[in-house]
DNA sequence: TTGGATGCAAAAGTTTTGCACGGTT
DNA sequence: AACCGTGCAAAACTTTTGCATCCAA
């Protein structure tokens, strides 16, 4: 997706088409994973854009609103994280040694969701999925280490 | 669950049994949902029990890392969310509008986790589902504002 | 007695806000 | 021109830390 259409979508969604809005989002879309706001303003200082840290917040926070990108709160991380909704629904899949995150695209609750929206009468919007565990190099290191 | 099994239980891990400690064990036992540290702070003060937040910050720490709290972060809540481990594999199911929690305890992703760690040979150790919704509470005050 | 637990104060880290100014529509 | 977005500084909020003291084992 090139930097017209981030113009478009952000006027599509009645926001003013702004060059950090559209770098923003075209970092988020770069990222293979969730990034936090201070990362988000790192990536913009290499790029030598000027910006503050409280315009990235203000800006991922106005994204978010309308969808065009996902908050979210990872267990280990006392910062929120963001990543470009690409209109999947996703899961994530986070190593606890590395903290790397694989997003996984497959989702086995939609049974799960209709029967828990019958027996609470909730209406459900939707969920959220984070698997936890070691990756494969993680994994090697520790077996290495005799640790697992 | 009275108070002399939460000091064993604390022995047992290898930490000191504090009053401090047992009281919040307590305060998170008896509470139907996950609280901030804050809360606990606020509920030790109305017990008349004078204690500094930074303690139960190192104790809700402490006893995340012996497995009797579970530490969450939820989406909308910049805190951490401590709860008591009761030793059952559970969800939660948050309202949007008021968010309330309602700790659900079935399971549907077993079998997810195998194929999961099949696919991507990360050793699995365990994962956090969270699902998203209006309780019938907030959809009837809704219906009625014609906001869904 | 000894090492871990706590209180206090201060700092660190994350996020939000008020206000003046600047840029997009 | 009007309104929304941004920079700057300050504040708010959450969590951590250093050190002296206290307490459970």
Known sequence: MN?????????????????HRIVILDILEKSNQPIA????????????IVVNLSTV?????TLCEKK????????????ALF???????THH?????????????????EEYEKTLAKETDYLIEGH???VYGYCPQCREKQLKKGLV
Chains 1, 2 share one sequence.
């Open 57 to 61: 917040y203000r800006a991922l926070d």
């Open 3 to 19: 930097k017209f259409d981030f113009s478009d979508k952000l006027k599509m969604c009645g926001l003013k088409s702004t060059k």
């Open 68 to 79: 065009l990108v996902i908050k979210l709160n990872i267990y280990g991380d006392s910062r």
């Open 93 to 109: 899949l986070i190593c606890l040694n590395c903290k790397k995150i694989i997003v996984i695209d497959r989702c086995p609750l």
């Open 37 to 48: 706001a201070e990362q988000v303003f790192q990536i913009m200082r290499d790029k030598d």
């Open 128 to 130: 959220k999925l984070v």
């Open 83 to 89: 990543e470009f909704n690409r209109m999947l629904h």
